[in-house]
């Protein structure tokens, strides 16, 4: 059996002892490629990962816009209603002016009322 030796030097460290011809062992090749396979799998387990969280804020970001522009509908929405409510209370002080505005005049113009005349 092989020892790794640290005094030796081994670029691949001294866990890692090359055969006679100065490669890995095949042991070391396979757990290299697991590695690998391993690796492209997460990749793409990430890609996957990725591309659904990019559709996602996506559809987040046009939810949000919709928010906002229904938000400023509204606003526009409760300015109309105080505007018609204002513009309502406005006609009935005008009737209620009015009426009186004629009972000035017709006191100004026929005098006060006779006691007893209605």
């Known amino acids: 059996s092989r020892h790794a030796d640290s005094s030796l030097g081994w670029p691949w460290g001294p866990h890692i002892v090359p055969d006679r011809a100065g490669r890995p062992s095949d042991s070391v090749v396979a757990m290299a490629e697991m590695a690998g396979m391993a690796a492209l799998g997460a990749f793409d387990y990430n890609r996957k990962g990725f591309m659904f969280e990019g559709v996602l804020n ?26 018609d409510f204002t513009v309502s209370k406005m006609d009935n002080y005008l009737l209620i002016n009015a009426l009186l505005a004629g009972f000035c005049i017709k006191l100004y113009t026929e005098g006060r009322p006779l006691a007893g005349v209605s």
């Open 58 to 83: 996506q559809l987040r970001q046009y939810q949000e816009q919709s928010m906002r522009m229904r938000q400023f509908e509204l606003y526009r929405e409760d300015l109309r209603d105080l505007i």
